[in-house]
């Protein structure tokens, strides 16, 4: 079975914190992602990644940075947090770029900023 | 881009009646459309999926149906149980967009026993 583990299940941040939420896949997947979900909006895509040091925005971008310094290890960075960005934040790895392949998810991490 | 619709956003059924989600995608490239199950606190769970090639399947009391010319697919759950209560999702990716998933916004589903 994959794994996607998200290092932190729950945090609570100040306002103007940088903020690290790690990602990490056991089975060698190309493909990371990292998803928020809110209430009536479902998942929306921050960025994305298809390979080590690669990254492609998603459909909001804006406040988050990421990191793939290794095939396994997808990183989200929220550089000055707001208390907009209080959500929660899925990551999600497939096998390759090409395939259909679903997605295997992490447990979420529920990030408050205060 | 993709633009995926998914209605109801919440559906109350009774135990043993039939649930239907419904979605709606706008690219007529997409292949791929996965369902996922998240129960309360937990993470999304793939439960059914279908590609392109294929009008329906099937997997015990859950099936999938695509309509590739009205670009519509769906979601059937037939003689509901209180553990099919949680948020359903679907998506859809193709490979013009390298495996990237669009989600529809999501539907609560309430199994009343």
């Known amino acids: 079975d994959v794994k996607v583990t998200q290092s932190s299940r729950y945090l609570v941040k100040r306002t103007g914190e940088k903020v690290f939420l790690e990602c990490v896949q056991d089975m060698d997947h190309e493909n990371m992602f990292w998803y928020r ?14 390979d080590v040091k690669m990254k492609e925005k ?36 497939s096998l390759w770029k090409d395939g259909d392949d679903g997605y295997t998810f992490g447990s979420g991490t529920r990030l408050t900023v205060v | 881009g ?6 109801p956003s919440t559906l109350s059924v009774q135990e ?31 439960i059914i999926d ?15 149906t695509l309509n590739k010319t009205a670009k519509h697919f ?8 209180p553990e099919d ?3 359903y999702f679907c998506a859809a990716s193709s490979r ?17 026993p």
């Open chain 1, 37 to 50: 979900q809110d209430p009536g909006l479902g998942l929306r895509l921050i960025y994305f990644s298809y």
């Open chain 1, 58 to 93: 998603g459909d909001i971008p804006e406040g988050y940075s990421v990191s793939r310094e290794k095939k396994e290890r997808f990183s989200l960075i929220l550089e000055s947090a707001s208390t907009n960005q209080t959500s929660m934040y899925l990551c999600a790895s």
């Open chain 2, 2 to 7: 993709e633009n995926v619709e998914q209605h």
């Open chain 2, 16 to 46: 043993g009646d039939s649930a239907v989600i419904k979605c709606t995608y706008s690219d007529s490239a997409s292949n791929y459309f996965p369902w996922y199950k998240q129960e309360l606190g937990k993470r999304p769970q793939l």
């Open chain 2, 50 to 64: 279908i590609r392109s090639n294929v009008g329906e399947k099937k997997d015990q009391r859950i099936a999938v």
């Open chain 2, 74 to 81: 769906s979601l059937h759950i037939t003689e509901t149980q």
């Open chain 2, 85 to 87: 209560s949680a948020v």
């Open chain 2, 96 to 112: 013009n967009t390298g495996n990237q998933f669009y989600f529809g916004t999501g539907t609560s589903l309430t199994v009343i």
